[in-house]
């Protein structure tokens, strides 16, 4: 039996898992998951709004930018089957867990921190439910030593988006700015290894590159989901999201689909920015879930 957690001194540690990948539901082999046509026409739509609820991780002294569990399970449910296997290279606070573990999907993580392989581990146990979940400490470049090729459905992520976070927070975008964010500065970590504390350029080469190591733990029809808002930095709009693409379709990866996530009903307070003499859109009420296949 996998344990919750891996960590250095585990015997799984830079080691194959033993986890399930293949489907135990009884949908015909073409259909891409295991939706009726009701549920269905609700992914549909190319603009997603969903809610938080009582197990969502919302502090920010616990996770910085953690996304509602609502998310996760709307992509795994949309592009997996019961039994599947799904990645989250950068687990956090360890929602895609969750979500996989509620669907009925086996699930890996990975984080550079220990915090939040703990965290993970103990969302996990009080769920309860019963899946192959695992969170392990590493980095995500040593994701291949842990999974073999053409066994992960789904890569879904919500990855460090450059040095966005890596300085002091000014709050411009609330209303209350003076609460117990401002000044902080909510990068996950300094370590090197962190896409967090690199610049949006050397983050591009970055990023593509550990998605290319990926590509080959991908069934020949999988899916990669990555979900990216775009940053400012230094007084220019960083296109961040544009950067993934250009970065993964450049490693043979084909950008399929692009889903808007509105995230007006969950943002509270929203503060008049650039008022009275600049228009710019609200980053933090909507992000990009970016669909990409093999080439």
């Known amino acids: 039996m996998l344990p919750i957690a891996v960590k250095q001194d585990s015997p799984y540690y830079r080691a194959k898992l033993p986890i399930g990948h293949t489907r135990t539901c009884g ?3 073409n259909h891409l998951n295991c939706l009726s046509p009701k549920e ?29 569990i609502a998310l996760a399970k709307r992509v795994i449910a949309l592009f997996t089957h019961e039994g599947e296997l799904v990645l989250d290279p950068f687990v956090g606070s360890g929602t895609t867990l969750v979500a996989a573990q509620d669907l009925g999907r086996n699930a890996v993580g990975f984080d550079l921190q220990e915090k939040y392989i703990d965290l993970c581990a103990s969302r996990l146990v009080r769920n309860g439910l019963f899946a192959q979940q695992v969170a392990v400490h590493d980095d995500a470049r040593n994701i291949p ?3 073999y090729p053409h066994t992960v459905s789904l890569i879904w992520t919500s990855p460090p988006y450059a040095n966005l976070l890596n300085r002091a927070r000014r709050n411009k975008s609330r209303r209350e ?24 350029e050397e983050y ?12 080959p733990l991908l069934k ?5 989901v990555v979900n990216v808002a775009d940053m400012w930095w230094e007084g220019r709009r960083i296109a961040l999201h544009a950067t993934l693409i250009a970065a993964l379709s450049a490693r043979g990866y084909e950008l399929k689909n692009i889903i808007i996530w509105d995230r007006a009903n969950v943002v509270n307070r929203i503060g008049i920015f650039g008022y009275p003499s600049n228009y710019i859109t609200m980053g933090t009420t909507y992000e990009y879930l970016l669909h990409f296949q093999p080439c």
């Open 27 to 29: 949908c015909p082999p």
């Open 177 to 200: 700015r003076k609460n117990e964010q401002l000044g902080k500065v909510e990068q996950y970590s300094q370590d090197p290894r962190d896409l967090g504390t690199l610049t949006p």
């Open 220 to 224: 020949p029809n999988g899916h990669c």
């Open 40 to 68: 269905w026409l609700q992914h549909q739509v190319g603009v997603w709004r969903v809610a938080y609820e009582g197990r969502d991780i919302r502090d920010k002294a616990l996770h910085p930018a953690a996304f509602p």
């Open 145 to 147: 030593l842990y999974l």
């Open 204 to 215: 591009a080469g970055a990023i593509g590159d550990l998605f290319a190591a990926l590509l």
